[in-house]
C-alpha cells in the first residue's frame, strides 16, 4: 500500500506523521522542540539548536517508519514548519549559529530601525508581509551587527523547513510560502525582491532559490536514510509554512471558506486568486502571501494563542497534574473542567492575549498580556475561563478584520489544530462567534491537519494526485459542528464591547512597562 510522510516542525513538537492516501494516519512519533536560553547576560533570549531539530525530527522518522515494516512504501516525504526562524550554514551544510526563536525578543532595535527607513508600507506592498519583530529579515540584520563574522562564512540562510529539507536531501532551496516570510520576497513576481533586499542592506546571496510548494526537490541521502529510516532515494518534496499545508485538507483553498488554525498561534485564513497588496489590507495587520495550493494566495491574520495556555498549564497546573496521577485522565482534563465551571464571563475577569504582543489587526509588538477585573472571587478557574474567552475574542478580531475591512465574505468556519480535540474551547469558539458573526464553527475529522497538507503535497509532487483538489477530495471527511448556546451569546455579545477597550486603555502602560523590561 502507498503511503506519504510528512515532518511537522513546532515550536512544542517535532513530529513525524504516516499516511495512507485517503488521509488516514498509519504511523506516527514525536519528539519536543527544546526551547534553549544560552545567554546568561540575556536569559531572555531563546534559541533551537539546529542538531535538536534535526536530530529530534530524524529520531520522529524513524520511530514512525519502524512501525510499517517496508520503508520502501513511502512513495515521498514533505516537511512543513513554524515559517521564520532561520540558521546560516557554510557550503558545506553545517550550522554556524543557532535559530533565532521567534520567542526571542532581541530584534526589537532592528523592528525599529525597518520601520523608521524602509516602512511597514512599503514592504506591505512588495511583500505583503506585516512587521514583527522576529520577522526573518531583522535576524539578518541582527547578525550582521552583532556576528558580522558567521554572515561572511555564511553561504545561505535556511529557514527551519528548508534545513531539515538540506539534511533529507543534501539541496538548499526554500518554497514560495516559506520565502514569504522573509519580508524580502515580492508577491507579484514570486521571486526574491531586489528592492527590499537593497533596502535592507542584505546580501542576495545568503537567500536560497524559492520554488512552489509541491515540487520536487530531491531524494533521501544515505546518510539521512540512516538518520530516518527512509528508504534511500525517497522523493523529498517541498512543503510549506504549516498553517497553509493546515490548509489544504480542510478545502481552504475553496471560494467562502475561511479557515482558523488553532495551534501556539491562530491563523485566520481565507484563499484568494490575485495578491490582496492594498493599503487597507496593510492598516488591517493581515498578511498575503503565496498558497501551497498552485496559483492561489492566501490573506490572513495571526497572533499568538495556545502558547498561553501552555504557560498557564506550567505555571497553574500543579494541583491539576497531581489530581491526574491520582485519579487518571491528564491535567488538561482538571484545568478545562474548572473553566467549564466558570460563568460566562468569568466574574468580571478579562484577559488580554498579548504576552507576544498584538498580532492581527492590532499589530502591536509593545502591548503586553494582562489580567483585569480581579476581584477576591476570582478562582483558578476563572482565570483560566478569562484566558479562554480572551483568546476567542482575538479570533474574533482577526475574523471580523477579513469580513468587515476588507469584504471577504465567507459561508463556512472551519477550525484545524489543537483546539478540536478541547470541545469546552469549541463551544466557547462557537459561542463568542455566533454572537458577534452569527455562524457555527465546522471541525472535520482530521488527524493532524497540517503534516497531513504536507504529505498531500508530496503527494502531488510524485504524481499520486492530481491537484490540491484531487487531495482534498482523497483526504476530507466532515466532523463534528459547533452551534452557539443561545443564552451565552447574548452574554458575549454585551462583554465583547468591554473586551474591545482593554487594549487602547493599557496601551501606554504596556509600552512603559515594555520598552522598561523587554528591551
Not at 89 to 105: A, K, M, Q, R, T
Not at 205 to 219: F, I, M, Q, T, V
Request: glycine fraction near 10%.
Amino acid at each position: 500500500m502507498d503511503k506519504l510522510a510528512a515532518i511537522d516542525l513546532g515550536s512544542t513538537t517535532l513530529k513525524a506523521v504516516i499516511y495512507d492516501l485517503h488521509g488516514n494516519v498509519v504511523a506516527s512519533a514525536s519528539r519536543p522542540t527544546e526551547k534553549v536560553h544560552p545567554h546568561a547576560d540575556h536569559p531572555e533570549w531563546t534559541v533551537w539548536m539546529p542538531h535538536q531539530i534535526w536530530g529530534g525530527s530524524a529520531a520522529a522518522m524513524k520511530e514512525a517508519v519502524s512501525q510499517i515494516g517496508d520503508p520502501r512504501s513511502i512513495r515521498g516525504v514533505a516537511v512543513t514548519g513554524m515559517g521564520m526562524d532561520g540558521v546560516p550554514v557554510d557550503e558545506g551544510g553545517n550550522w554556524l549559529y543557532p535559530f533565532i526563536s521567534w520567542h526571542c525578543p532581541r530584534t526589537q532595535p532592528q523592528y525599529d530601525w525597518w520601520v523608521d527607513n524602509i516602512g511597514a508600507q512599503r514592504t506591505f506592498a512588495i511583500g505583503g508581509s506585516t512587521l514583527w519583530r522576529f520577522s526573518t529579515a531583522l535576524r539578518l540584520l541582527w547578525m550582521a551587527e552583532h556576528e558580522p563574522e558567521i554572515l561572511k562564512r555564511t553561504a545561505k540562510w535556511l529557514l527551519i523547513e528548508d534545513y531539515v529539507n538540506m539534511m533529507l536531501c543534501g539541496r538548499m532551496a526554500t518554497d514560495y510560502t516559506m520565502a514569504s516570510c522573509t519580508l524580502l520576497f515580492d508577491q507579484r513576481r514570486l521571486s526574491w525582491s531586489d528592492e527590499l533586499i537593497a533596502a535592507a542592506g542584505i546580501e542576495r546571496r545568503l537567500l536560497p532559490d524559492a520554488h512552489p510548494s509541491g515540487a520536487l526537490l530531491g531524494e533521501v541521502t544515505p546518510a539521512a536514510a540512516a538518520a530516518t529510516g527512509l528508504a534511500p532515494g525517497t522523493p523529498v518534496v517541498l512543503g510549506g509554512h504549516d498553517y497553509l499545508c493546515g490548509a489544504l485538507p480542510a478545502g481552504a483553498s475553496r471560494p467562502g471558506v475561511v479557515l482558523d488554525v488553532s495551534g501556539t498561534w491562530e491563523i485566520v485564513l481565507a484563499a484568494t486568486r490575485a495578491p490582496v497588496l492594498t493599503e487597507t489590507a496593510q492598516r488591517t495587520g493581515v498578511t498575503v502571501e503565496a498558497h501551497v495550493a498552485r496559483d492561489l494566495y492566501a490573506i490572513w491574520g495571526g497572533a499568538v494563542s495556545s502558547d498561553m495556555l501552555e504557560w498557564y498549564r506550567r505555571e497553574y497546573g500543579f494541583e491539576a497534574g497531581q489530581a491526574a496521577r491520582q485519579h487518571g485522565g491528564v491535567d488538561w482534563d482538571y484545568l478545562m473542567a474548572a473553566a467549564a465551571a466558570a460563568p460566562v464571563g468569568a466574574h468580571g475577569v478579562m484577559f488580554l492575549p498579548h504576552m507576544s504582543g498584538a498580532g492581527c489587526p492590532t499589530g502591536d509588538p509593545l502591548s503586553l498580556g494582562a489580567f483585569v477585573g480581579l476581584s477576591g472571587f476570582a478562582t483558578r478557574g476563572d482565570l483560566l475561563r478569562a484566558v479562554v474567552e480572551g483568546l476567542d475574542y482575538q479570533f474574533v478580531d482577526m475574523l471580523t478584520a477579513l469580513r468587515d475591512d476588507l469584504s471577504i465574505p465567507f459561508d463556512r468556519l472551519v477550525v484545524v489544530g489543537g483546539a478540536v480535540k478541547n470541545k469546552f474551547w469549541m463551544q466557547n469558539k462557537a459561542d463568542i462567534v455566533g454572537a458577534i458573526c452569527g455562524k457555527g464553527v465546522e471541525a472535520p475529522e482530521i488527524d493532524e491537519a497540517t503534516p497531513l497538507g504536507a504529505a498531500m503535497l508530496a503527494g502531488i509532487g510524485v504524481g499520486l494526485y492530481r491537484d490540491h483538489e484531487d487531495a482534498y477530495q482523497h483526504v476530507h471527511r466532515p466532523g463534528a459542528r459547533y452551534e452557539a448556546d443561545g443564552a451565552a451569546a447574548r452574554r458575549y455579545a454585551e462583554l465583547y464591547p468591554i473586551y474591545k477597550q482593554l487594549y487602547g486603555a493599557l496601551r501606554g502602560v504596556n509600552h512603559q512597562l515594555s520598552r522598561q523590561f523587554r528591551a
